[in-house]
């Protein structure tokens, strides 16, 4: 008679908290697979961590190139002051508020599906009617305030802010669609930096176009 038919001897399953053996065939799921929309796709797709956005010096920089590209076609002697007032604008307010504005919107627009259609249109129409508004307005109240003439600030937003916004809207919902369908979210405020030079370069002429030049020579009496 043969030998006894035995069955195969299978390898033990490693204890817990160690790793298995190199005849193990146990395989660990590739990071990302599963379900895009299921209960893990939160976990599996976090946001980047927005590191240069958290520094809003890329904003005062983009101020800084904006105004002086604008000062140049004044032909006047470059105003330093003018151009320290609209950078000290992307300091204070443009950098820290633009981070935690990008960060709330990550967070609270469909983050398990942040690049989707239906993500991007509604983070469009968020930044460009909610925020868009208020920090077209701050910005010319802000630049009369630095120049000292805080009594002017109201009519001066009220003169300027509706055409600006209506040039904002021609300008950035195309870029901030590309942005946030995209841009990773720590390249963002990069991204933005880019483009808000041009922008910038358009409200220092529009703030300061026709006031920042000189007042035409007398006409000479005809006799």
């Known amino acids: ?66 105004d002086a590209l604008a000062q140049t076609t004044t032909g006047l002697p470059f105003d330093v002051a003018r151009n320290l007032r609209l950078a000290a604008f992307g300091l204070v307010f443009g950098g820290p508020a633009g981070h935690a504005w990008h960060r709330a919107l990550d967070a609270r627009i469909l983050p398990r599906a942040p ?44 003169a300027n802010w509706w055409r600006t916004l209506k040039a904002n809207w021609c300008l950035w919902p195309a870029a901030n669609l590309v942005a946030f369908a995209a841009i990773p979210a720590d390249l963002r405020i990069l991204y933005a930096n880019a483009v808000g030079v041009l922008w910038c370069c358009y409200v ?14 007398p006409l000479d009496h005809l006799e």
């Open 1 to 66: 008679m043969g030998a006894p038919h035995r069955p195969p001897v299978l390898p033990a399953a490693p204890a817990p908290g160690t790793r298995p053996g190199p005849g193990s065939r146990s395989r660990r799921p590739c990071p990302g697979s599963g379900p895009p929309f299921g209960r893990g796709a939160g976990r599996a797709r976090r946001l980047p961590r927005d590191r240069a956005a958290a520094h809003p010096r890329p904003l005062a920089s983009g101020g800084i190139l904006g």
């Open 115 to 158: 690049t989707s259609l239906a993500a991007v249109a509604a983070k469009l129409a968020a930044d460009q009617l909610l925020f868009a508004p208020v920090a077209t307005a701050l910005l010319f109240a802000f630049l009369k305030v630095a120049e000292g003439d805080p009594a002017a600030a109201l009519p001066f937003v009220a």
């Open 204 to 217: 220092s002429i529009a703030c300061n176009g026709p006031a920042s030049l000189p007042p035409p020579p």
